[in-house]
Structure formats: structure tokens, C-alpha cells
């Protein structure tokens, strides 16, 4: 009999890199992108295998002998206190790797709840959240935990470093395109630039985080309210100072250009930046003619997804 465990993608609506300093940031899964594990019986023990031989896992096998992997099986085998079942995982993921969408917490949190369920045992959320959050520190180095949680939640959430999570009402249900630079971008290099620029120059670099932090709470207002359309130049206004904090790129500077002038009411990087993903939110009607614009600016894919 073969186990199925999935967990979606997500993306950071506002907020990102602030939320590292202690500010807010909102965050809601994306359900149309998952990473699924399967689980087989075998009879030679605990082995991985990829069977969908999409990029994601590919990429995800060469590191299958490095520490993520090992770090959440060692972590299930401690809070379970039993030892690997005799199983084959096959990973499968549609999320692209390093591009702001959360795939390595995505496929982490798949792997924990497939090999839960071939232990015959069960692991609370709160529980999953925290194994997740230890194998991102692997990839991340410091993560604020916004990645793991939104994702293992499967729910929009109003996050605060070390803070009880906060599920998000969303008022009014919107249409966001997400399109992929085809750029990929490690976080952890990132966050570590951003940690540098706010560490020797803190008063320049400092308002700015605050600033984001302000415009995040603006924004969940909006969200609860369900007053769409203010949250586009929230969504512009987020990116500039994402520009400043010097984690766009010029293919996501593009993109977002593109999306607006194609009639989007706002559009921002999402997630650690330098390539990876952005986001345009728009009325219903204007999708069509923003993904085309972000397809012929480039994007390497484009999704359209709605947030409820
Ligand atoms: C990455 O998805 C979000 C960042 O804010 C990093 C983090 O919160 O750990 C850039």
C-alpha cells in the first residue's frame, strides 16, 4: 500500500526580510503547487527515490545525501523514539527550488508527514512546525520561521518572529499571478546582504524595515476588511523598499513594471528576492492581459492563483 503526504507552496504577500528583525509578515499557501512524498513498502530497508524526474527533484536528490534530509529523520526518529520503517519515499515537487516559494520547507514538511504515518504514529502541527523550522536553519542559516509556518499551516497567516501564530481572515477573496524570473536565488545569501546593510548602517537601513513593518499592518487591515484594491500601491510601495534594501533584480524590476502597466494594481518580489518569484494582484478581468505581458517580458512560467 503506498502512503501519500503533500504540502503546498506559499508566498509572502508583505512583509518579507523585515520579518527577520521582528517585524510583521503576511503569508498565504499556495495550494496549486505541491511537494508530495509516497511512501512503498521494501524490503532492504529505508531508502529514497525519485521517481518524477521534474527539475525540482533532480535537484533535491543531489542533496538527498546532505544534511536536510538527514537532520528531519533523524529529528522524526527522536520525537517517534522508533527507527525507520522499511520504505521507499519517491519525492515529487512542482514548486521550482530557490524562488522565493518555499520548496525546501514544502518538501521537508511532505517527507515528515509521509514517514509519520509509515511509523503507524501521528505529529501534532505545532510539533511538525518546529521539526520543519529546524531543517530550514540548515538551508537558511536564521530563518524567521514565516516559510515553515504558513506552509505546515496551510492557512494565510500574520506572522511575528517568536510570536503565537496568527490565522489571517481574509475578508474579500483576490486574484494574485505569481511568474517565475527563472532566476534562482539562495535566501540565506539574501537575508545575510540585508543583515549587513541594517548592521553597519543602521539608520538608514533601519526606518526602512520599520516602514515595511508599518505598511504590513496597513495592509492586514485591508485584508480583514476585504478593501482589495488598497492593497496594490501597499504592494508597490513594499517593493521599493525591497529595491532599497537591494533584494530585486533587474528580470524582477521588469516584471513587476510589466504587470502593472498591463493594468495589475500592484505587483512586488516575493520571498528572499534576487530572482526568484513575483507577484501582481489584479481584478479578475485584467489577468489575462498580465500574464501575457509577464510572458512576453520573460517570466519563465506563470501561475494564476486566488487567495481565500
Ligand atoms: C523568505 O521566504 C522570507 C525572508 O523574510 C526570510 C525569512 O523570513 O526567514 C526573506
Redesign the pocket.
Known amino acids: 500500500m503506498t502512503i501519500s503526504a503533500s504540502a503546498p507552496a ?1 508566498i ?1 504577500l508583505f ?6 528583525y521582528g517585524e510583521p ?1 503576511i ?1 498565504v499557501p499556495v495550494t496549486a503547487l505541491q511537494a508530495t512524498a509516497d511512501i512503498s513498502p521494501s524490503d532492504d530497508g529505508f531508502k529514497i527515490i525519485a521517481y518524477d524526474l521534474d527539475d525540482a527533484i533532480i535537484r533535491y536528490n543531489t542533496y538527498a545525501e546532505d544534511q536536510p534530509l538527514q537532520r528531519v529523520l533523524t529529528l522524526l526518529q527522536d520525537v517517534h523514539h522508533c527507527d525507520l520503517p522499511s520504505v521507499s519515499i519517491g519525492v515529487r515537487s512542482h514548486i521550482p527550488m530557490a524562488s ?3 520548496s525546501g520547507a514544502a518538501v521537508t514538511t511532505a517527507i515528515a508527514r509521509a514517514v509519520t504515518q509509515a511509523m503507524g504514529k501521528t505529529l501534532s502541527l505545532d510539533a511538525l512546525n518546529r521539526i520543519v523550522y529546524e531543517v ?1 536553519t540548515i538551508h ?1 542559516g ?6 515553515n509556518t504558513v506552509i505546515v499551516y496551510e492557512q494565510p497567516i500574520y ?1 511575528v ?1 517568536e510570536q503565537p501564530i496568527e490565522h489571517l481572515m481574509i475578508g474579500q477573496p483576490f486574484t494574485l499571478i505569481v511568474a517565475d524570473t527563472g532566476e534562482t536565488a539562495l ?2 545569501i ?2 545575510g546582504d ?1 543583515r549587513k546593510l541594517v548592521t553597519s548602517e543602521p539608520e538608514q537601513y533601519r526606518p526602512m524595515i520599520r516602514e515595511i513593518g508599518k505598511l504590513t499592518k496597513l495592509a492586514r487591515q485591508h485584508l480583514e476588511a476585504g478593501e482589495i484594491k488598497a492593497l496594490g500601491p501597499l504592494m508597490d510601495t513594499n517593493h521599493a523598499w525591497l529595491q532599497q534594501l537591494t ?1 530585486s533584480s533587474p528580470k524582477l524590476d521588469q516584471l513587476v513594471t510589466a504587470a502593472r502597466a498591463a493594468g495589475a494594481l500592484g505587483a512586488k518580489l ?4 534576487r530572482g526568484g518569484n513575483m507577484i501582481a494582484l489584479v481584478q479578475p478581468e485584467a489577468a489575462g492581459d498580465v500574464m501575457a505581458a509577464l510572458t512576453s517580458n520573460g517570466a519563465v512560467s506563470v501561475l494564476q492563483t486566488m487567495v481565500n
Open positions: 506559499k509572502i512583509g518579507e526580510h523585515a520579518v527577520v509578515a503569508a522565493g516559494l518555499g530550514e537558511h536564521t530563518p524567521s520561521g514565516i516559510d506572522f518572529r535566501t540565506h539574501a537575508v540585508v533584494v516575493s520571498g528572499g528576492g
